[in-house]
């Protein structure tokens, strides 16, 4: 199987020569086709450069892009077959819904029936099918989303570009989005790409992700592997507020004098243990609530089911964890 | 002890902020007094007054104005002589703005999209620069510029480019025996002088153009010229309106460089200067002052039908 988005050793720097800001840093990256893919990361990680180095808008300082096997590097971005959902969705605000979604149909010269007909059938996939009178400006965000959407869909793309999609929307319309996103993926069969700082929205929606800081890729896996399994400190720290255990902690839990981390979930508070802590803080969460055990310099976050005793603020405890749970990191 | 919940008024200050704080419409209605009654008295009342006299004819042999209505002065207007005044400044207004337009859009777009701190200082130094020395100064300079024994013809000797600059001259209507002599002069003169005033709403609309409206022109495929044509242009729009109104307008008005430059052609400015003063034919002075609204105003309407402000 090709992939669909390859990445061999590419640079992106920014600024002087002599003193380069490194956006992108000697990225490796292999996206499948057909994936559903995340770049995750905080901001100014690269993940955003990345996204941009595949549609053009950045071209690499070195090292190569592949899209389906062919190197894009002399490629304006409107000879690419991929499109962008952006951030702001930057619709057209001069032109009613219809003419956006039938834009690149238009500039590509099909006839304004042909084109209309396919931008209703674009308009009636997400959702939108009697808006194509209005003007961007009298839809709301999630709707503005959607046409953005269609409008990058109804070209077909072999890749879609997705700039943190949801990030604009309010709670309950990013998960009923998140769900519609993925199933549009599964249906439509197009690769995927998409960038956030929102580790929830990347782990419940990507099939594989990439994890981003400092220009470089952290880790690559897919959400179980990197939620289970991280590989460096910020990995573990970044995904899913994990409990970053040091060295000699590691050791006295009974693992080897290395980093290691630990779910809250699977962490509880106990009697006696190896490691005991003052709880610091209390945070109620519904399902549980979420207490933190402060041992020496370190945070250890453990989560109580609701309905079990919730010990005082001040008060000494010991916290012990499933079996196998410890995860030993191979990275610093 | 704890500090109190109201803290005392300072004095009358304090006292007349709370008032404007209560009654927020005060403080509107004191703030728009004097400039609605400088707009609505003095202004929109002698553009009245102007609107009344062009109704009102002279008396041919006693040169009296003749206070009562009637269209004559207005027919008057249709006559071959006056006529041609009006044709022939609004077709170098429309020339001028389009001239403006066309130089004015790349500066613009150069403000607008690239230039940041010390680049955009510049540019505001630039284009106001010009406009800070006096109107007069200017197009006498462009007189001694544009003359027969000036720059541009001890240039185009220097260059050996002397026929070039002869072939322009000898084009019909628009040459003539120098350039400070011939509408083409007249037309560069008018350009330099109002080209500011379409440069700068012109990049304030290309300014409120946001990059990824352009990027996602070309990510769905356009070209570049495709995205000017159809993104860009539309956006810029009433930018270019805004700018061109100015240009028009101000074309339209201009009594002096018609008089300094040219071929002493007449044009609606001079028409008027010479009807209200030597002539003291008000009536027909306010008739040709009218046309320029007249003019204005059906360009407005027809550039609202055709969507020019859409986007605002």
């Known amino acids: 199987m090709t992939s669909a988005v390859e990445f061999a050793s590419v640079t992106r720097h920014f600024g002087s020569a002599s003193a380069p800001i490194k956006a992108v840093d000697g990225v490796d990256l292999t996206i499948a086709e057909g994936a559903f893919f995340a770049m995750l990361g905080p901001s100014g990680s690269g993940k955003t450069t990345c996204l941009r180095l595949i549609s053009g808008f950045e071209s690499p300082s070195s090292g190569v892009i592949r899209i389906f096997g062919e190197d894009v590097s002399a490629t304006p971005p409107h000879l690419r077959n991929v499109n962008t959902v952006f951030q702001d969705y930057a619709l057209f605000p001069h032109m009613n819904v219809r003419d956006n979604v039938a834009y690149g149909l238009m500039v590509k010269g099909m006839s304004r029936s042909a084109r209309y007909a396919r931008a209703e059938e674009m308009l009636s996939l997400v959702k939108l099918s009697s808006y194509g009178d209005r003007k961007p400006g009298q839809l709301s965000g999630g709707q503005r989303q959607r046409v953005a959407l269609a409008r990058a869909l109804v070209n077909e793309p072999r890749v879609l570009l997705l700039d943190e999609p949801l990030g604009a929307l309010d709670l309950k319309l990013r998960e009923a989005m998140q769900d519609e996103l993925k199933a549009l993926q599964k249906r439509l069969r197009i690769t995927f790409v998409f960038v956030t700082h929102d580790q929830h929205e990347a782990l419940s929606m990507a099939d594989s992700l990439a994890v981003f800081n400092d220009g470089r890729i952290a880790q690559i896996g897919t959400p179980e592997q990197i939620y289970a399994a991280p590989r460096t400190r910020f990995v573990a720290d970044f995904v899913g507020s994990s409990n970053v255990v040091p060295p000699a902690m590691t050791a006295a839990l009974g693992g080897p004098v290395q980093w290691s981390s630990l779910r809250p979930e699977a962490t509880s508070l106990a009697a006696t243990g190896p490691v005991t802590g003052t709880i610091t803080a209390l945070r109620y969460q519904g399902s549980s609530t979420r207490a933190v055990l402060r041992c020496g310099e370190t945070d250890i976050a453990a989560l109580i089911p609701t309905g079990q005793p919730i010990p005082e603020i001040g008060s000494t405890r010991a916290f012990t964890f499933a079996p196998g749970a410890l995860h030993v990191m191979a990275g610093e | ?312």
Not at chain 2, 28 to 39: D, F, G, M, V, Y
Not at chain 2, 71 to 98: F, G
Not at chain 2, 156 to 182: M, R, Y
Request: aromatic share 12%.
């Open chain 2, 1 to 312: 002890m704890t500090a109190p919940a109201i803290i005392p008024a300072r004095g009358p200050a304090d006292r007349l902020t709370a008032l404007f704080w209560r009654r927020p419409r005060l403080l509107l209605a004191l703030l728009l007094t004097p400039p609605l009654l400088w707009l609505g008295l003095v202004y929109l009342g002698s553009l009245a007054a102007l609107l009344l006299q062009s109704f009102y004819s002279i008396d041919e042999f006693s040169g009296r104005v003749v206070p009562e209505f009637t269209l004559k002065t207005y027919a008057e207007l249709l006559r071959p002589s006056n006529y041609d005044v009006i044709i022939r400044t609004v077709l170098m207004s429309a020339a001028v703005t389009i001239g403006c337009a066309i130089l004015a859009f790349p500066i613009a777009y150069f403000a607008a999209r690239y230039a940041r701190g010390r680049w955009k200082a510049i540019f505001y130094l630039g284009v106001m620069l010009p406009l800070w020395s006096s109107y007069l100064v200017k197009v006498y300079a462009w007189k001694l510029i544009l003359a027969k024994e000036g720059i541009i013809t001890w240039v185009a000797s220097a260059t050996h480019t002397t026929p070039v600059l002869d072939a322009i001259l000898a084009l019909p209507i628009i040459g003539g025996n120098s350039l400070s002599t011939s509408y083409l002069g007249m037309f560069a003169v008018f350009v330099y002088v109002w080209i500011p005033y379409m440069i700068l709403p012109m990049q304030a609309a290309l300014e409120r153009v946001p990059t990824s409206m352009l990027e996602a022109s070309a990510d769905l495929g356009a070209t570049r010229a495709q995205t000017f044509r159809t993104v860009i242009l539309p956006l810029a729009l009433p930018g270019i309106i805004a700018g061109s109104i100015f240009t028009f307008s101000l074309t339209m008005g201009d009594y002096i460089i018609p008089q300094i430059v040219g071929n002493s052609a007449n044009f609606i400015g001079m028409a008027v200067y010479q009807l209200q003063g030597t002539a003291g034919n008000i009536p027909l002075a306010a008739a040709f002052a009218v046309v320029p609204i007249v003019i204005m105003l059906i360009y407005l309407t027809l550039a609202k039908r055709a969507g020019a402000f859409d986007a605002l």
